[in-house]
């Protein structure tokens, strides 16, 4: 693990589930402090002190409730909300790293492939090699879900990855939109690729366009 990682994460953690702000700038100078003096095992220390006091607020819901929530959403009209329950429910958390986990995790990943040597830089390089700092910025931690049965991968989110792409984003922002303005892709938009599929899918839907008409007639 990158060292930045590391400090992120033992200096930033919150020192209780119910604690303030006050609280959170009193432990993260003297978190610094410590990290300065090079005392990491008492910051490993602490991390591990907060962790084993930390309970899980998360609780199954049972059948009754389930139905109850399903019922209720499907007369208001939220279908879309109803099968998100469901699918919600079809989960039951994370897997513990067994030897079992590990092999279906393995057997999601495809076959790896030799690179293509015309991608490959060769000779000499005029600049730092990037691959020092992409790695760590792009590495994602994936935890496995169970999905009763089966597993799946999934990824989390870094806080960092997030601050610098944010970062980066509102510099090249006005490149972007130049370079994609005429392309259709939303660009000046939040989520705006995503926002422009789900629209494109509702107009194909519709059963006044030509698409859908024509897959009727098949």
């Known amino acids: 693990m990158e060292m930045k990682d590391v400090a992120l994460k033992a200096v930033l953690q919150k020192p209780s589930f119910k604690s303030k702000c006050k609280q ?12 300065k003096l090079g ?4 910051l490993l220390k602490e991390c591990r002190a907060i962790q084993s006091r930390l309970q899980s607020t998360w609780k199954p819901r ?40 590990l092999r279906g995790l393995k ?30 910025y792009v590495a994602c931690r994936l935890i496995p879900l169970d999905k009763c049965p089966g597993v799946r991968p999934i990824g989390i989110g870094e806080v960092i ?12 922002k006005p490149d972007i939109l130049m370079s994609t303005g005429s392309l259709q892709l939303a660009a000046g938009l939040p989520s705006g690729c995503e926002a422009a599929a789900h629209a494109m899918e ?17």
């Open 24 to 35: 959170h700038s009193e432990c993260v100078r003297r978190r610094f402090n410590l990290w």
């Open 39 to 42: 005392d990491f095992n008492g």
């Open 62 to 101: 049972s059948p009754e409730h389930v139905s109850r929530m399903f019922a209720n959403l499907m007369l208001s009209g939220k279908v879309n909300a109803a099968m998100r329950l469901l699918d919600d429910n079809s989960t039951s958390g994370v897997l513990q790293l067994s030897e079992v986990t």
């Open 107 to 136: 057997s999601k990943l495809p076959e790896p492939m030799e690179a293509d040597k015309e991608i490959l830089i060769t000779g000499q390089v005029p600049f730092v090699d990037p691959e020092a700092y992409v790695e760590a």
């Open 161 to 172: 990855r997030h601050i610098i792409g944010k970062s980066i984003i509102s510099v090249i």
């Open 202 to 218: 509702e107009i194909f839907q519709e059963d006044e366009t030509d698409a859908s008409r024509r897959m009727l007639n098949v």
